[in-house]
């Protein structure tokens, strides 16, 4: 009968670890993402990049601009492509990739304004 509860002691840590093993895996970085802002100028943000990252930014449209940035130790950038034939109408893709594996890609298709 002891032996019986022994075991069911080990094998109830064993769960227990386990359970915290796993939860500790469940903690994820977010996704790097970026965002394209109509202000008086084009403006591209970026954030959840990793910490001084080198970005290659490219914005197709009618015109292909390309920009290389780095990111903050925060893992935040921002482009300021200045004032450019774009706006909230125009068809565009936007893909930002980053010299340690970050990735982001949009698509942004042609609305009627």
Known sequence: MRKLGVTL???GLL???AGTASGAQQVTRPKPAATVRFLPAVVIVGKHFKARE???VTLTAATTY???VRSTALGTFRINLGT???NDCSEFTLKA???LGSRFSLTHPAKPC
């Open 9 to 11: 002691i080990a094998a």
């Open 15 to 17: 769960v227990a670890l």
């Open 54 to 56: 080198r970005v290659k």
């Open 66 to 68: 390309v920009r290389t």
């Open 84 to 86: 450019i034939a774009l």
């Open 97 to 99: 990739v980053g010299a």
